[in-house]
């Protein structure tokens, strides 16, 4: 059975701590993707990884930033975790071919208090 | 940037009743996948449609790809309260990055 996980289901964290959020995926795939989902907004793309070591900006990257030394696992990290960082954050994974399924993790509710 | 708009945002109907929803956008895509995700969960692909004009069913499900590959249409024929839940569509952007739209919730009354 193909897998995203995603490290903790739920994390408090206190306001100007670094957070690790982590990924992991089990199909060998080349794509990974971070997202963030708030209500009314939809999914919105954080960082997309293709390949290792290899990262792109995607729609909201400010204040966060990503790392991806191996293939199966790509990392979250927010440098100094703040309130309007309070998210659902969704990790994803797939092929490089357009039209491809996106498998997603189970997701991680973050609290910044 | 590319962007999908999906209509309604919110929709409750009663358990039975035929249903729509939309996901529009003013750029081409190459491809357009429906999510459906429940509550706690990461969305799950439900169909993925590549030909502009396209028709795929997935039992009580419909779904249309516009003919130019800019729209895509869900319907559902005869809701259960099964179908509850939050349908997402997404694209693919010319940088390989899959794109969504904000969602449809989809609530169905028994």
């Known amino acids: 059975d193909v897998k995203v996980t995603q490290s903790s289901r739920y994390l408090v964290k206190r306001t100007g701590e670094k957070v690790f959020l982590e990924c992991v995926q089990d199909m060998d795939h080349e794509n990974m993707f971070w997202y963030r989902q708030d209500p009314g907004l939809g999914l919105r793309l954080i960082y997309f990884?293709?390949?290792?070591?290899?990262?792109e900006k995607g729609d909201i990257p400010e204040g966060y930033s990503v790392s991806r030394e191996k293939k199966e696992r790509f990392s979250l990290i927010l440098e100094s975790a703040s309130t309007n960082q309070t998210s659902m954050y969704l990790c994803?994974?797939?092929?490089?071919?357009?039209?491809?399924?996106?498998?997603f993790g189970q997701g991680t509710r973050l609290t910044v208090v | 940037t590319q962007l999908l708009e999906q209509s309604p945002q919110f929709l409750s109907i009663q358990e039975g009743e035929n249903l729509t929803v939309y996901c529009n956008s003013s750029s081409v895509f190459s491809s357009l996948q429906w999510y459906r995700q429940e509550p706690g969960e990461g969305p799950v692909l439900l169909v993925t449609?590549?030909?502009?004009?396209e028709v795929k069913k997935l039992k009580r499900l419909t779904f249309q790809f516009g003919d130019a590959r800019k729209d895509s249409s869900l319907h559902i024929t005869a809701a259960q309260t099964g179908d509850t839940g939050l349908y997402l569509c997404a694209g693919d952007d010319r940088d390989d990055k899959i794109i969504f739209g904000k969602g449809t919730r989809l609530h169905i009354l028994p």
């Open positions: 994803a994974s797939s092929f490089p071919r357009l039209g491809t399924e996106a498998f």
């Open positions: 990884s293709y390949d290792v070591k290899m990262k």
């Open positions: 449609v590549v030909t502009g004009g």
